[in-house]
């Protein structure tokens, strides 16, 4: 219902803000209009499978990559963050090194807050915002190349591949647009707003909606391949591996979807809605939910091996994780930082900040980068987790660390999009 309608009964109007904050957010945006199909045409194929939970139904055999490819897929490029998570395994470590001492090497100012991570490729940032503009700022300068506008806004995260950005709206439109000059290429109208950001297999691209689907579409033109249904709400981004996508969604389920065939391969029920993204390492995938716990899963086995709870402050995972060999850093709206052991998941050390920790984590060496709503950016030690060094924006961090190239770039509820680096 649009937002104007609430005005008018407000009781009905915070009993629903109520129930979305127990229910921890796995429900459609208040501000996002219903979508209409007059807005965007679906652009779509005839025979497209659309598929519920077939499990081991016909499906191709898993795909297992090579060694090398396990690494390349684990770790963002050194120059670029070019996914939410930097890496198609959602690991959340990268590829770049960072200064010993970081400092502001510039900053960028929208009308409206930034939610989303920043994607970096060739140069450039690709970040949009809640004032209906997607931008592209050049990551030396900071200064601005380019702008896409839309009437809603943009909290999903863009994918940048092959000179194009895949990016979806608040409205539920998914566009494809030209790196070098933000002029669309294609669009694909789902039927719900788009929080998750993109992933790529092949010559596709994937991507969740609210609506409830996983969509594969043609990177090229945009055509659907075809469409996963879940119970409910998809507002993770999907991480791949082989031939297989991870999706955990608001039905309380990590779901395996072979890329293929669009079919699922697995359903793991991990007992509670989530909004994270699954990382991936090995045959494992770590994933929080808003039942105040996280789990890591065996996904070939279809089994949770084990899952973590504080007992005494116990809130809500919306934080994505990063995953090395031996850590799991992961953020909690108890204002906590957590870091756990990858194969058994004991407690290794907690921080504590001054607000929620929505913002996901990432690991740069033996340092880790995270964003709080107290408004700032914190240096831990990934072993010991000491303070090493805090930067103060003045606005809530939702988003997450980009970190290609030296640089590290997140922005703020404000609008404040920070670029730090060396001064050099």
């Not at 055999?61 to 120059?79: D, G, I, M, T």
Request: hydrophobic share 40%; aromatic share 10%; glycine share 10%.
């Amino acid at each position: 219902m649009p937002t104007q309608a609430w005005a008018r009964h407000p009781v009905h109007f915070l009993v629903v803000v109520l129930l979305l904050t127990t229910l921890g957010g796995c429900q459609p945006s208040l501000d996002a209009p219903p979508r209409t199909t007059a807005s965007a045409p679906v652009v779509d194929s005839p025979g497209v499978p659309d598929s519920r939970h077939i499990a081991n139904s016909n499906t191709t055999a898993y795909e297992k990559p090579s060694a090398h490819e396990l690494v390349s897929a684990a770790v963002a490029p050194q120059n670029a963050w070019p996914l939410f998570r930097g890496s198609p395994q959602a690991t959340g470590i990268a590829g770049s090194s960072l200064p010993e001492k970081l400092k502001v090497v510039w900053r960028f100012t929208a009308n409206d807050g930034f939610e989303a991570t920043a994607a970096i490729d060739r140069g450039t940032v690709y970040v949009g915002s809640l004032d209906g503009n997607f931008y592209a700022i050049d990551l030396v300068s900071g200064e601005k190349r380019w702008a896409f506008a839309t009437e809603l806004g943009f909290v999903a995260s863009a994918a940048v591949r092959d000179g194009r950005v895949f990016i979806g709206d608040s409205d539920g439109v998914f566009y494809c647009l030209d790196a070098a000059t933000g002029q669309p290429r294609w669009k694909f109208a789902t039927e719900a707003e788009i929080n998750s950001s993109a992933n790529f297999y092949q010559g596709n691209v994937i991507v969740g909606s609210q609506d409830g689907h996983v969509y594969c579409l043609k990177a090229d033109g945009g055509d659907l391949v075809w469409k996963y249904e879940s119970e409910d709400m998809i507002q993770c981004s999907p991480s791949v591996v082989g031939n297989r996508a991870f999706v955990a969604g608001c039905d309380g389920h990590l779901h395996v979807i072979d890329l293929d065939e669009g079919r699922s391969v697995e359903s793991v029920d991990i007992e509670s809605p989530t909004l994270c993204t699954p990382a991936l390492l090995g045959d494992r995938a770590f994933v929080g939910t808003i039942g105040n716990s996280f789990a890591a899963v065996d996904w070939k086995k279809a089994a949770i091996v084990w899952q973590f709870s504080d007992k005494v402050t116990g809130d809500q995972f919306r934080s994505s994780a990063a995953v090395t060999a031996d850590t799991v850093v992961v953020g909690c709206r108890d204002k906590r930082v957590y870091a756990l052991d990858a194969k058994t998941g004991e407690e290794r050390w907690i921080f504590t900040t001054k607000g929620q920790v929505d913002s996901s984590s990432v690991v740069v060496g033996r340092r880790v980068f995270i964003g709080s709503d107290d408004g700032r950016l914190y240096q831990l030690g990934l072993t010991t987790g000491t303070l090493e060094w805090q930067y103060e924006t003045g606005g809530s961090l939702l988003a997450s660390p980009a970190v290609a190239a030296g640089r590290l770039v997140i922005g703020t509820d404000e609008g404040d999009l920070y670029c730090f680096g060396s001064e050099e």
